[in-house]
């Protein structure tokens, strides 16, 4: 049965579509890189056996959910087309490595997977009313469950990044953009890395919302062939090509992938309006954004 896009997701539910997926698609390969702080598991998913590797990533921040719908969405639509007799041509030149669900337990918390009885939920709501206020508890939270923006926890420039967010009163764990006390201080940004450094990744693309914005840049490097990729994307999804923006420039994922590999790393935006976005935009965004994620499959 294919993902629903009617609902929020929860780590359960993802949970049973993974189960289903692998039912269905035997060929579809599984891992469990790691687990999150409440030890729930970070699932990859990967398609093909070629020499280039791909990875996709989705929901490092946790109002930022729809993400994982669009990434597993396009998993299915890649088994749903895959012979295993006789593959397409991407599978022959590119391994696909997917992990829709980076964060589980931050994604639970906003989109009521998590219980509000739980202590996990009751120690959230009480880092939410002494960090920096953001509108609301708690569809405006975007860190794990421990209060790290995961999406600010890697090693690239962290220095920076810390100075940066503590500039803006994020010097504690909160909803948002607090850096954590070390990089790759949490278990699901260890897991991504570790995972990217294994399989010796060639491209990385990570899902975000919102903005219909692609960045592929960092300070000081030009990977080889990123911005013809980048220009691609643009073309197939109408997306904008942007600069990052200096609150944003620091201790992402794919800033530290472009500054340890020098290879090609996008972010995507999808979408536009306020996160969490709403349901309503999922045919539309994922429209645009399965064009975009097809280009690196060429």
């Not at 946790?62 to 890649?78: C, Q």
């Not at 087309?81 to 964060?103: G, Q, R, S, Y």
């Not at 639970?108 to 206020?133: F, H, I, Q």
């Not at 840049?217 to 999804?237: D, K, M, V, W």
Request: aromatic share 10%.
């Amino acid at each position: 049965m294919p993902i629903c896009t009617k609902s929020e997701i929860t780590s359960a539910k993802f949970e049973k579509v993974v189960r289903e997926l692998l039912d269905a698609n035997p060929f579809v390969r599984h891992a469990v890189i790691g687990t999150s702080r409440l030890g729930k598991p970070i699932h990859a998913l990967t398609l093909g056996c070629g020499e280039k590797s791909v990875l996709i990533n989705a929901a490092h921040h946790a109002n930022e959910w729809i993400t994982t719908l669009i990434l597993t969405r396009f998993i299915e639509e890649l088994a749903n087309n895959f012979d295993p007799h006789n593959p397409p041509p991407w599978a022959e030149k590119i391994t696909l490595h997917c992990i829709p669900l980076v964060n589980p337990d931050g994604v639970d918390l906003v989109t009521g997977g998590l219980g509000k009885l739980r202590m996990a939920y009751k120690d959230a709501l009480a880092l939410y009313e002494s960090a920096p206020a953001v509108l609301s508890f708690p569809s405006d939270w975007k860190a794990n469950i421990c209060g790290v923006d995961l999406n600010s926890n890697y090693p690239a420039g962290w220095e920076l990044a810390r100075e940066h967010k503590f500039s803006r009163g994020y010097m504690q764990a909160g909803a948002r953009d607090y850096v954590g006390p070390a990089p790759l201080s949490e278990p699901e940004s260890c897991a991504m890395a570790a995972y990217t450094v294994f399989h010796d990744i060639d491209v990385t693309v990570s899902l975000h919302t919102q903005g219909e914005e692609i960045y592929w840049q960092y300070p000081g490097f030009n990977p080889t062939g990123a911005e013809e990729l980048a220009r691609r994307f643009a073309a197939a999804s109408g997306y904008k090509l942007e600069e990052v923006p200096p609150e944003s420039s620091f201790a992402g994922y794919r800033d530290w992938f472009i500054e340890t590999f020098n290879r090609p790393g996008f972010t995507i935006e999808c979408g536009l309006g306020e996160n969490p976005l709403p349901l309503s935009q999922f045919d539309e965004m994922y429209k645009k954004v399965s064009a975009l994620l097809r280009e690196v499959l060429v």
